[in-house]
C-alpha cells in the first residue's frame, strides 16, 4: 500500500488544541451542500504562506467578519451547550460533534461541526488553485 503524501492527509498534525494565529483571518468560504466553513488568513504584507481553517459537517455557527488574532479552543462547557441548543443537537447526537470557540481582540465565535483541519499553504501564483493541499502543505492540526 503506498503512503500517502502530505497533500493526500498522510501527515501527522503538528500542534492541538487551544492553538492561537497571530494573523487576521476571515470567514472565506461557506459551502451549503457539504456544509463547510473555511477561514483564512489575509494579512497584507507578502508572507510566504497563509493558513486555512477548515470545518466539515458544520450544523451551527457564530460569525465575526474578522479575527485578529485568531485562537480556536474547545468551547466551554456554557457556551457549548448554547450552541447545541442553538443548533438543535439532540443530546443522543452531542458526541459526535466538535463544539470550537474562535477567540479574538474583535469578538468570539463558535461553530458546531463533525471534524476540522487546519492547514499552512504556500502562498501561489494566481494560476494555482489557492488553498488546494500540495506536497508543500504543512497539516497543523486535524479534529
Not at 460569525?63 to 451547550?81: F, S
Not at 460533534?97 to 492547514?119: F, T
Amino acid at each position: 500500500m503506498p503512503t500517502p503524501s502530505p497533500a493526500e492527509g498522510g501527515q501527522q498534525p503538528t500542534a492541538t488544541l487551544p492553538i492561537s494565529f497571530d494573523r487576521k483571518f476571515r470567514p472565506w468560504r461557506y459551502s451549503i451542500g457539504h456544509s463547510e466553513l473555511k477561514l483564512r488568513s489575509i494579512d497584507s504584507d507578502e508572507e510566504c504562506d497563509f493558513i486555512e481553517v477548515t470545518f466539515y459537517g458544520v450544523v451551527g455557527m457564530r460569525l465575526k467578519t474578522v479575527y485578529r488574532p485568531l485562537g480556536i479552543a474547545l468551547a466551554e462547557p456554557a457556551e457549548a451547550e448554547e450552541m447545541l441548543r442553538f443548533s438543535e443537537v439532540r443530546e443522543s447526537q452531542s458526541s459526535r460533534v466538535h463544539c470550537l470557540a474562535l477567540k479574538s481582540d474583535s469578538g468570539d465565535g463558535l461553530v458546531v461541526c463533525l471534524s476540522y483541519s487546519i492547514w499552512s499553504h504556500p502562498r501561489e501564483s494566481d494560476e494555482e488553485r489557492p488553498g488546494a493541499p500540495h506536497r508543500e502543505s504543512v497539516l497543523i492540526l486535524r479534529g
